[in-house]
């Protein structure tokens, strides 16, 4: 049984560009939330989907958008990238409470 | 917004020596407290407590809480080069919040 799966493993962009990012949930998980660790950081809560919908978000800007499939993968997109949005970007996927987080995407802004 | 504190941010102890990570938190809407091991990427569930009191183990480690002080200790007895690791904790809340609030993470490094 596969685990919770990201793509790409890392990924290096010019300020201004755009990204997407893209996660395969855990089999059997229904739920995907998306999370930011900067270097030295804990994860930070970016927004979690459930149903094709955005069920929760957290305090990042509107350049930070989603999309949930109706297999249940994810996108994360990032617009205008800021080099302040080099970071681990960590998928978790779940069914009901406990997350499983895949092992990440390392965006590098320069 | 709850806020999740870990100490100390580093550690640097031998194989075989006993270490003690402490995470406090907020109380707001708290649910449950959970810890991960992240080596590289992705953080591995190790613990999730909701009650006071009672000690969760797993081979050498062992958490507990304390829901009247709001903290929880990670213990990790006869460490080894490979518990070498960032351990974070998150708090959970109720009230239909679904996210997991994380502590900034101690970074232990065990040398042989």
């Known amino acids: 049984d596969a685990g919770v799966t990201q793509s790409p493993t890392h990924l290096i962009k010019t300020r201004g560009q755009q990204v997407t990012l893209r996660c395969s949930p855990k089999s059997g998980h229904d739920t995907v939330s998306w999370y930011q660790q900067a270097l030295g950081q804990g994860p930070q809560f970016i927004f979690q989907?459930?149903?094709?919908?955005?069920?929760q978000r957290g305090n990042f800007p509107d350049r930070f958008s989603g999309h949930q499939f109706p297999n249940y993968s994810s996108e994360l997109n990032v617009n205008a990238l800021l080099l302040g949005d080099s970071a681990l970007y960590l998928c978790?996927?779940?069914?009901?409470?406990?997350?499983?987080f895949g092992p990440g995407t390392r965006l590098t802004v320069t | 917004e709850d806020k999740v504190v870990q100490s100390p941010l580093s550690l640097v102890v031998h194989e075989g020596d006993t270490v003690t990570l402490n995470c406090s938190y907020e109380?707001?809407?708290?649910?449950?407290l959970l810890w991960y091991k992240q080596e590289k990427k992705a953080p591995t569930f190790l613990f999730m407590l909701t009650s006071s009191g009672i000690e969760k183990k797993s081979g050498r480690l062992s958490s507990i809480l304390d829901k009247k002080e709001l903290f929880s200790i990670l213990n990790i007895t006869a460490t080894q080069t490979g518990d070498s690791a960032v351990y974070l904790c998150?708090?959970?809340?109720?009230?239909?919040?679904?996210?997991?609030?994380f502590g900034t993470g101690t970074r232990l490094k065990v040398l042989a």
């Open positions: 998150a708090e959970t809340l109720t009230s239909g919040t679904y996210k997991y609030i």
């Open positions: 109380v707001t809407n708290f649910r449950s």
């Open positions: 989907y459930y149903e094709e919908e955005e069920r």
């Open positions: 978790a996927s779940s069914l009901g409470f406990e997350q499983y």
